[in-house]
Structure formats: C-alpha cells, structure tokens
C-alpha cells in the first residue's frame, strides 16, 4: 500500500509539473509576435529541407501548425513538390464510432470522481494520407482549431499504421523540449502512444532497426529549456530522434538524424 500510494502522489507530482511547465510556456509564446514565428519558422523550414535524412525520406508524417508552434506550412508544400507521401493526424471524435460505443452513464458516479470526461475528441489519434496539395490547401480546422480531414473523409482514408509505405520521418509538435531530446505535449499522450504503436507495426513488418521511423521535434527557440531544466518525464515519455531549433539541433539517444 505505502508503495502504491507512492506512486500515486509521485503520478500528481508530476501531472502538475507538466501542467505547470504548459501555463508557463503558454504565457512566454503569447509574447513572441507573428513575425518573430514565421521567422523562426522560416529558419527550423531551412534546416529541416537542408537535411539528409528529409532528402532521403519518401514518406513523411507532418502536424498541422497552430498557434505557439514552428509553422509547417511551407514543409507540407515542399514535401508534396518533392514527390513525397504527407500523411497528417486526425483526432476529431468521430460520431459514427461513438454511437456504437457503450452508452454513457446517465450520472457520474459518487465516488473516485470520473476520469473520462465529454469530448469532440477521439482517444487515439491517427495518420491519415493526404492525396494531393489541392486537397491539403482545402483542410477545414476541426473544434480545436487545428486543420485534418473530414470526418466522412477519415473514415476511409488509408492509415499509416498499416501501410507499407508508412512515413519515415514523423515531424512532431510540442509545448516544450529539453537538451535530452524530451518533449512535452498538450496532454493527451496522442503522439506518445502513436509512435510506440508506429515502432511496433515497423517490428511487425519486419522492418530493418535502422528503416525505422525517424521523429524528429520542431522548436521555437523560447520551447527549448535551458541546459539546467528538463522536462518532466515518466516511462512512456521516449526521448525523440531529434529537436530542430532555428540555431540547435539537439540530439537524442541513438539518434539517426542527420543535418547535412
Ligand atoms: N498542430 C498540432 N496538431 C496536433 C497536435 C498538436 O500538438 N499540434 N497533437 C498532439 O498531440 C494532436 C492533438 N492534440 C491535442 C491535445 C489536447 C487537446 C485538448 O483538448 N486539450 C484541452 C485540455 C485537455 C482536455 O480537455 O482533455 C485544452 O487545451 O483545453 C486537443 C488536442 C494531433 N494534432
Ligand atoms: N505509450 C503510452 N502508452 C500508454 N499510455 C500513454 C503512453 N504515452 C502516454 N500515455 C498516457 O497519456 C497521458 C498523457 O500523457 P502526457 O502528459 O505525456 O501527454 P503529452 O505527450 O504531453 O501529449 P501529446 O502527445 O498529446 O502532445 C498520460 O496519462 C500518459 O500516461
């Protein structure tokens, strides 16, 4: 008992440091103006187009950019020019999937307090393959303001996970990252879990170690911590391959990222 009680304020301690950490960065991208993101944008764009391991991917996993994020609009486009395949998240709750669900409680529950609460959003998001620029240019943003597919679209769209040309190179989002190649998300887990499914579909596959995908974080310079502050991590925080900076790569373990 001790030792799980343990655990469970150790579980708090560390949800309200992510919490914390989110408020504060929050309030320091609200203070970065339009022009400072696209330049910054602009400066992460020319490294990540510079690299090799972009020249040599064929397949590539792109975040739709909103507020407080390096801007991928200018990626999405030249990947589409290079012949490469985009696939793009999707996580708006699908109504069709969630009519044949369980039905809900009518009442919460007294006691413990209910963990899940309402939401147009679903609880896995997924990789959906884009066709063409002309499609991509006409993305709707879905309730949280971020750009994807059509619901009715999503639902027959090929998805990355089983895909033989699943991406690899997944360019990642972020509230913020560290030196030890951390991330912090928005607190869903979306993209920590889709990666370690992605690694194991590739094991399935039976791909090569080093042909599994590479993800790869893109910074603004105030998202990247200083030396002496990490992120704050738990097991299934897996550092990334990479973070690309407008002036700094950082380097995760054993990555296979490759600047020039
Ligand atoms: N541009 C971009 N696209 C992305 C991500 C991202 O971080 N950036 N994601 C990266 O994962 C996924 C979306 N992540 C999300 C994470 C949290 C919430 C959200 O509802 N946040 C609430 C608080 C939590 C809650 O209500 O449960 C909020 O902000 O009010 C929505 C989407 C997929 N697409
Ligand atoms: N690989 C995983 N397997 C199972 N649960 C996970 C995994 N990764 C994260 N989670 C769970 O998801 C929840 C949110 O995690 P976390 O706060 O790290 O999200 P985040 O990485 O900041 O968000 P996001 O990836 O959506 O941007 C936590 O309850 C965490 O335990």
Known sequence: ????????????????????????????????????????????????????????????????????????????????????????????????IAAASPPRQPLPPPSPPPTKRTSSFAEEMRMLLLKDVQEYQSLKPNAYGIRELSVEMARVREEALASRTAPDLILVPGVAFDVHANRLGHGKGYYDRYLAQLHKAARARRVAAEKEPISVALSLSPQLLPESQMVPTDENDRPLDAIVAPDRTIFGPGSRWQNA
Do not use: N
């Open 1 to 96: 008992m001790a030792s799980s009680a343990a655990t469970s304020a150790t579980r708090t301690a560390l949800r309200q440091a992510k919490g914390a950490l989110r408020k504060s960065m929050a309030s320091r991208l609200r203070g970065m103006s339009q022009e400072e993101v696209k330049g910054e944008s602009s400066r992460v764009t020319l490294r990540i187009l510079g690299s090799s391991t972009w020249a040599s991917s064929s397949s590539v996993g792109i975040y739709l950019s909103t507020s407080g994020e390096v801007e991928t609009d200018a990626l999405c486009r030249a990947a589409f020019e290079q012949g490469k395949q985009v696939w793009i998240p999707h996580f708006a709750l699908d109504p069709g």
